[in-house]
């Protein structure tokens, strides 16, 4: 079974420009999370969808960052215009069923840089 | 106070060594909590879930106090291969990670 897709692997940028990201969950699984880690520190949760609905996004800071997950498939995570502090790993995370907490898969990660 | 506060290390042991991580959350309506573990730069991958009553996967041992409100892990017989980040994760509606626990075992 594949796995959690995500691209690209790396990305470098400066202050004020934009970013994108893609996520592909695994087949069948409803549920997307996206997650920031910032070196030195665990994953926060940015935004969780329940097949093309938000079920939460309270930590996501909506002037610069925003998500869609339109066709309740694939997934992607833009900010605009990027800080030097959005600098991090983002990881995609998908599970089969809304609040089963146990059994979230991790994608590979995006690492930002903003310089 | 933070969601979830764990000891950064880090722990640098010897092979063989018995290492305890501690981890403490502070929403006491919290239900489901378990242990990841991360390698560097890569992902994080779920260890084992913390039951309420204990529970024991090989050579690591989880336990949960509900009313001191943190959860523990034990490594017993450490192997070169368990050198990793533990992360703490609690969960209510969503998952709340700790910054994590470096371990290193050293040969």
């Known amino acids: ?115 | 106070r933070k969601e979830v506060e764990q000891d950064p290390g880090p722990f640098n042991v010897p092979e063989g060594a018995t290492v305890a991580f501690n981890c403490t959350y502070s929403n006491s309506a919290s239900q489901s909590f378990f242990w990841y573990r991360q390698d560097c730069r890569k992902e994080p991958k779920l260890l084992m879930s913390v039951y309420s009553s204990g529970n024991e996967d090989g050579r690591f041992t989880a336990q949960l106090n509900r009313a001191s409100q943190y959860i523990s892990l034990l490594i017993r017989d450490s192997k070169l291969s368990d050198s990793a980040t533990y992360l703490c994760v609690v969960g209510h509606n969503d998952m709340r990670f700790g910054a994590g626990t470096r371990l290193t075992v050293k040969p």
């Open chain 1, 1 to 115: 079974e594949a796995g959690v897709a995500q691209s690209p692997r790396y990305k470098i940028i400066e202050k004020r420009q934009s970013v994108a990201f893609w996520c592909n969950p695994i087949s069948g699984h409803a549920t997307l999370y996206w997650y920031q880690q910032i070196l030195g520190q665990g994953p926060k949760l940015l935004i969780q969808f329940q097949n093309n609905g938000v079920v939460d996004d309270s930590q996501l800071p909506k002037d610069r960052f925003s998500a869609e997950r339109l066709k309740g498939v694939d997934s992607t995570l833009k900010i605009q215009p990027a800080k030097l502090e959005d600098s991090a790993v983002y990881l995609c995370a998908s599970s089969s069923l809304a609040g089963d907490l146990e059994t979230q898969y991790f994608g590979p990660g995006t690492r930002l840089l903003v310089l």
